[in-house]
């Protein structure tokens, strides 16, 4: 019996350090988007960037990660996603203090192609890594969970940026970030675990992931995944230019609203998947944040009021992930947990194209028309369109899952 404690105590102990370290190390992520996307108005001067250009890096980086998710997927099922984790972080992390050494154009487009490709084996290893800790009836919130150490990396670099950036330069706000984040990694390579084995893992063909195209609620979930990123990352993405370019914030202003954006979002994934699994309806969490980000995002590009602009960027950014979770387990609950990985991958090329099209597209459409209006209103009109999807998949969650409601 004490045996059998002392065993359980090491147990648990693993699995707090590795549930911490995951998220610390997931936390220096928001180096790659969120500290380029604060810093962009900067970076285009310095390097001569056009708004299509300044996109683009957030397009290439994100394309990349994009086509890296089901071959991510398949791994995570069949490797250690500890080890996959791992190398992801490093690598990516390792990049973000190398964007601070680059001088052109191009040299920052290549680092962000390189970035997409370790960021890739984040997203679906993260989840899986976490998700192994907690019992099934716990997984969308786990999955909320892996979202907490971006946001928090987030926060701290949309306050400690603009400071380091008044007192050196955006190179150096890059640089030595990126350095802590290598001690972490180190970190979590000698002290996380992988979750205690629940049965034998999966040795699936990768031909399995294409397989998930035959059925239509994949189809129907990846549209609202496409919907889904290409929002968050044309909001997020942008957001900090247009209240510096368009609405003559300075980059401290922006850091710390943006620093507020993000601390609304990070709990919006515990919340809504906690409402999820209390209530057994992911739609309804879907459905509602859809309505409402289409609702604000539409407000929010016309309001010339900077108090009630401010306003109604924190109202979206509550919805913002809030359907992240109950969106990602709705795959899993049909197809059942041994295509979670390769699920999860599929889930995310979709979601990624769609953050590939929306920050590519509104820098483009602010070089063409010089205002951001038109792409905001873009992001509007696809949250309806992502609503009209979520009452298809209430359909087809309610057919698929009848004959198990009935066993």
Same mark, same amino acid.
């Given at each position: 019996?004490?045996?059998?404690?002392?065993?359980?105590?090491?147990?648990?102990?693993?699995?707090?350090?590795?549930?911490?370290?995951?998220?610390?190390?997931?936390?220096?992520?928001?180096?790659?988007?969120?500290?380029?996307?604060?810093?962009?108005?900067?970076?285009?001067?310095?390097?001569?960037?056009?708004?299509?250009? @300044?996109?683009?890096?957030?397009?290439?980086?994100?394309?990349?990660?994009?086509?890296?998710?089901?071959?991510?997927?398949?791994?995570?099922?069949?490797?250690?996603?500890?080890?996959?984790?791992?190398? @992801?972080?490093?690598?990516?992390?390792?990049?973000?203090?190398?964007?601070?050494?680059?001088?052109?154009?191009?040299?920052?487009?290549?680092?962000?192609?390189?970035?997409?490709?370790?960021?890739?084996?984040?997203?679906?290893?993260?989840?899986?890594?976490?998700?192994?800790?907690?019992?099934?009836?716990?997984?969308?919130?786990?999955?909320?969970?892996?979202?907490?150490?971006?946001?928090?990396g987030s926060v701290i670099f949309n306050l400690v940026g603009p400071l380091l950036v008044a007192r050196f330069d955006w190179r150096f706000s890059f640089i030595s970030i990126a350095s802590v984040g290598i001690i972490?990694?180190?970190?979590?390579?000698?002290?996380?675990?992988?979750?205690?084995?629940?049965?034998?893992?999966?040795?699936?063909?990768?031909?399995?992931?294409?397989?998930?195209?035959?059925?239509?609620?994949?189809?129907?979930?990846?549209?609202?995944?496409?919907?889904?990123?290409?929002?968050?990352?044309?909001i997020t993405y942008w957001l900090p230019s247009l209240l510096i370019d368009e609405r003559g914030l300075s980059l401290q202003s922006a850091g710390l609203i943006i620093a507020i954006q993000v601390v609304l979002m990070?709990?919006?994934?515990?919340?809504?998947?906690?409402?999820?699994?209390?209530?057994?309806?992911?739609?309804?969490?879907?459905?509602?944040?859809?309505?409402?980000?289409?609702?604000?995002?539409?407000?929010?590009?016309?309001?010339?009021?900077?108090?009630?602009?401010?306003?109604?960027?924190?109202?979206?950014?509550?919805?913002?992930?809030?359907?992240?979770?109950?969106?990602?387990?709705?795959?899993?609950?049909?197809l059942g947990v041994s295509k979670a990985g390769i699920s999860i991958g599929f889930s995310n090329l979709f979601a990624n194209v769609g953050g590939f099209s929306a920050a590519y597209l509104l820098g483009a459409l602010?070089?063409?028309?010089?205002?951001?209006?038109? @792409?905001?209103?873009?992001?509007?009109?696809?949250?309806?369109?992502?609503?009209?999807?979520?009452?298809?998949?209430?359909?087809?969650?309610?057919?698929?899952?009848?004959?198990?409601?009935?066993?």
């Amino acid at each position: 019996m004490n045996v059998e404690v002392k065993d359980g105590r090491v147990v648990e102990r693993d699995r707090i350090i590795t549930i911490v370290l995951t998220v610390v190390c997931q936390s220096f992520q928001a180096l790659s988007m969120g500290g380029i996307a604060l810093l962009l108005p900067v970076i285009r001067k310095d390097l001569g960037l056009s708004f299509t250009q @300044g996109g683009s890096l957030a397009a290439a980086t994100t394309l990349v990660y994009a086509f890296m998710q089901m071959p991510a997927g398949y791994l995570s099922d069949r490797f250690s996603p500890k080890k996959l984790f791992s190398i @992801g972080i490093l690598g990516s992390t390792v990049l973000a203090l190398t964007f601070g050494l680059v001088a052109n154009y191009w040299q920052a487009l290549v680092n962000q192609m390189l970035s997409g490709f370790f960021r890739s084996l984040l997203f679906t290893p993260g989840m899986a890594l976490l998700t192994g800790w907690f019992p099934p009836n716990r997984r969308a919130t786990a999955t909320g969970l892996y979202l907490i150490g971006g946001y928090s990396g987030s926060v701290i670099f949309n306050l400690v940026g603009p400071l380091l950036v008044a007192r050196f330069d955006w190179r150096f706000s890059f640089i030595s970030i990126a350095s802590v984040g290598i001690i972490a990694v180190l970190f979590l390579i000698r002290f996380g675990k992988d979750a205690p084995p629940t049965g034998e893992r999966p040795k699936g063909n990768l031909l399995e992931a294409f397989h998930l195209f035959r059925y239509k609620v994949m189809w129907v979930c990846g549209g609202i995944q496409y919907i889904r990123f290409g929002v968050v990352q044309g909001i997020t993405y942008w957001l900090p230019s247009l209240l510096i370019d368009e609405r003559g914030l300075s980059l401290q202003s922006a850091g710390l609203i943006i620093a507020i954006q993000v601390v609304l979002m990070s709990p919006s994934n515990i919340i809504g998947g906690y409402i999820s699994d209390r209530l057994k309806n992911p739609i309804l969490v879907i459905a509602v944040s859809l309505s409402v980000l289409g609702i604000t995002t539409g407000l929010l590009i016309t309001a010339n009021n900077i108090i009630l602009l401010v306003t109604l960027i924190f109202i979206n950014a509550i919805f913002l992930q809030m359907y992240f979770g109950p969106l990602f387990s709705i795959p899993v609950e049909i197809l059942g947990v041994s295509k979670a990985g390769i699920s999860i991958g599929f889930s995310n090329l979709f979601a990624n194209v769609g953050g590939f099209s929306a920050a590519y597209l509104l820098g483009a459409l602010k070089d063409r028309s010089g205002a951001f209006k038109p @792409g905001f209103f873009a992001i509007c009109g696809a949250c309806f369109l992502g609503f009209a999807l979520t009452l298809m998949l209430a359909r087809m969650r309610r057919k698929a899952m009848g004959p198990i409601a009935l066993s």
